[in-house]
């Protein structure tokens, strides 16, 4: 079936170290969502790209859409603890599809 | 989301029994939806419901079943639970849009345990 793969799994980092998650798609995407889940929290929604290209940031996070619509990037200039938690990433490929993750800890 | 309620937040059953979680939202929005999140697996659609009267299977919907009682709650069911629907269970909504992929605003989830 259609899938949204996501990597790494799981990054662990110092804090004031940089962090990327990658998405990835074998079909063109409508739109990608990202979303962030604390520990022991529910997914958020952080952000929303739709242009081929697209890039907007957030404070120190920066999401990235590909030309092709088929792949995607979250970066974290500079971690913080407080960026600790699962980040997804959310196809739509007629549907929303999620990826399965990539959780960061960040260690002071 | 605290406009998204989920209860019971923590269940544990056993092997045969029937489960029902269930979803309440405030934010007036007509679409809901229930996930499951495994380890490493991310977020898994089971069911989606665009209004009252509207009932869709997700990717994964064999073993559960669903009832949208009004605009603002929607229930989970697990016939005969097993252990591998042990699992974190989310309940979403989104606003009323253009497409299927309108931002989705997720409930606390219930942790199940099937033993």
């Known amino acids: 079936g259609q899938q949204v793969m996501q990597i790494p799994q799981y990054q662990h980092v110092q804090e004031g170290e940089d962090f990327t998650t990658y998405c990835n798609s074998s079909t063109t995407l409508s739109n990608i969502q990202w979303y962030k889940q604390r520990p022991g929290g529910h997914p958020v929604f952080l952000i929303q790209l739709v242009k081929s290209g697209e890039v907007k940031k957030q404070k120190r996070l920066t999401f990235q859409f590909g030309e092709a619509k088929k792949n995607s990037s979250l970066h974290i200039t500079a971690t913080q603890t407080t960026d600790v938690g699962t980040y997804f990433c959310a196809g739509g490929l007629g549907k929303l599809i999620f990826g399965q993750g990539t959780e960061l800890s960040v260690k002071p | 989301d605290a406009d998204v309620t989920q209860t019971p937040r923590n269940r544990i059953t056993k092997t045969g029994k029937r489960i029902m979680l269930e979803c309440s939202q405030t934010k007036g929005h007509d679409r809901m939806y229930w996930y499951r999140q495994d380890p490493g697996l991310g977020l898994r659609l089971i069911y989606y419901?665009?209004?009252?009267?509207?009932?869709n299977k997700g990717e994964i919907s064999d073993g559960y079943s669903v009832s949208r009682q009004a605009q603002a709650k929607f229930s989970l069911s697990l016939e005969s639970a097993i252990p591998n629907q042990t699992a974190l269970y989310f309940c979403a909504t989104s606003p009323q849009g253009p497409t299927f992929t309108d931002t989705q605003y997720f409930g606390p989830g219930t942790r199940l345990t099937v033993l």
């Open positions: 419901s665009f209004d009252v009267k509207d009932i």
